[in-house]
Nanobody, 121 residues
Framework: QVQLVESGGDLVQPGGSLRLSCAASGSIFGIYAMGWYRQAPGKQRELVAAITSGGSTNYADSVKGRFTISRDNAKNTVYLYLQMNILKPEDTAVYYC?????????????WGQGTQVTVSS
């Protein structure tokens, strides 16, 4: 099992910045990709940004140029970050950390509990 714990969500004014963090622990061997997803009220969960173990990144068009994803591998923990700049009201959502593992038995997704980001004046 992989445990994911997010932090950093807050209320911020439009144009402001936030940095989300996620700590992945437990059975982290085999994680090849991690990402941030978000879900706004009444909408489906969507991919915001993802990063592979090799460092390749992928961003939703709506956040390109404003958000930056990064990861830091420690001995027993993988840290995932999302630097969010020039925040807009439409960025308001619950943000979830995701980790994907590939095992002989298949692919497995793990999720954090979510952290609320609210962009409002």
């Amino acid at each position: 099992q992989v445990q994911l714990v997010e932090s950093g969500g807050d209320l911020v004014q439009p144009g402001g910045s936030l940095r989300l963090s996620c700590a992945a622990s437990g059975s982290i061997f085999g994680i090849y990709a991690m990402g941030w997803y978000r879900q706004a009220p009444g909408k489906q969960r969507e991919l915001v940004a993802a990063i592979t173990s090799g460092g390749s990144t992928n961003y939703a068009d709506s956040v390109k140029g404003r958000f930056t994803i990064s990861r830091d591998n420690a001995k027993n923990t993988v840290y995932l970050y999302l630097q969010m700049n020039i925040l807009k009201p439409e960025d308001t959502a619950v943000y979830y950390c995701n980790a994907r593992k590939t095992l002989a038995t298949g692919e497995y997704d793990y999720w954090g509990q979510g952290t609320q980001v609210t962009v409002s004046s």
